[in-house]
């Protein structure tokens, strides 16, 4: 079908990016498992090594299968292009990458997922990079943190794990003002709870792994860029501003247009980092999708019941769901994610760390696993598995301490989950 901005998320997340198959017909998106595709001659294989002309060479770089994903989280993002990588962190180096270079730096939410907090604070420095870590409800702070090196800044729209709402409109009229890329992980969100680019962000990530596959699967990841930053407006994108010697001194921005940051994502950062997303987990990615709308309905139903339920149990300190009242961030649902907040939220138990890992070991339906956004309803306790890596002073801002528990909501009956709940935490204070 040919797109047009008249169909709603729920005919878009079926059909975007895909038509019946050229070749046979078949209807559902065929896993294209080719690692090569024939060149008509060498003039045409040529052209499309150039850069001159748009096709399929070699899976690394591109694939039919994974590129109807590409479009597909596209258009539900309301983006310009997309690129779809191995991972939900190889999606973050993927979007760094063409910003970034020794000497820079990333200003970063202290509040992000566990593993993206280690990947940014150790494993970056490896390539001369760095990140300053701001609590971004200090916008002044966020503000401050910004200098001549910094390239990008870098929020969760929902934070993993804490049910913690970045106001991504007053951070992207930071970054606008200091000329400064906004990169917003909207993987606890998905594009159906919150569209970030529609509230000012340059580019989004997301862990395909999570709510967009939904059934945990396949890990995947994914960067869609707005198209709408200016990379020439200074020399701090030279990737993209500046000839490019490995293609006959093409300049990206110049020659793609809004397309810039998803052609240099495939010609330079899938050719030369090779973080590709093979047609297999695009395909299991697609399936998921398709119900996307459907599936976060029922988690914030979900969620919204069971925190509820949660917050008013007597073995329970607090929940910090944005959904509560009770919530500092309630006021933010309505502009960042108003169809709900999700289906991820921590609760912090009485009796602390002992507590924790007995009602973790106590649960029946939910299971203890370090994922989340999946059908099931999933548990983690944060502070000795996902944040292990981090000082107590990190897990605290973060919402990982040691007396806290993620729950990853799922599409279960919230009868049966809130009677599992219920059981586990009187075993944790037997
Ligand atoms: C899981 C997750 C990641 C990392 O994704 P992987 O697919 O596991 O590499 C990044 N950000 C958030 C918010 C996540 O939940």
Known sequence: ???????GFDTLQIHAGARPDPATGARQTPIYQTTAYVF??????????????????????TNPTVAVLQERIATLEGGAGAVCCSSG???????????????????????????????????????GWSAKFVD????????????????????????????????IPAIAAISDKAGIPLIVDNTSATPYLCNPIALGATLVVHSTTKYLTGNGTVTGGCVVDSGKFDWTANDKFPSLSQPEPAYHGLTFAETF??????????????RDLGMTM???????TLMGIETLSLRMERHVQNAETISAWLEGHDNVDYVTYAGLDSSPYKSRVATVCPKGAGGLFTVALKGGYDACVKFVDSLEIFSHVA?????RSLVIHSASTTHRQLSPEQQEAAGAGPNVVRISIGTENAEDLIADLDQALKAAHS
């Open 1 to 7: 079908m040919s797109e047009g901005p008249t169909y």
């Open 40 to 61: 008509r001659d060498a003039e045409h294989a040529a052209a499309l090594f150039n850069l001159q002309e748009v096709g399929y060479i070699y899976s690394r770089l």
């Open 257 to 270: 247009g809004p397309l810039a940051f998803t052609f240099h994502g495939i010609a330079i950062g899938l």
């Open 89 to 127: 962190h190889a999606a973050q180096i993927m979007a760094l990458f063409p910003l970034m270079g020794p000497g820079t730096n990333v200003v970063a939410s202290t509040r992000l997922y566990g593993g993206t907090i280690t990947q940014f604070s150790q494993t970056i420095k490896r390539f």
């Open 136 to 167: 971004f409800d200090d916008e002044a702070a966020v503000a401050e943190a910004i200098d001549e090196n910094t390239r990008a800044v870098f929020c969760e729209s929902i934070a993993n794990p804490g049910g913690y709402i970045t106001d």
């Open 371 to 375: 994922n989340l956004g999946d059908t």
């Open 278 to 284: 093979n047609p297999q987990a695009a395909h299991y």
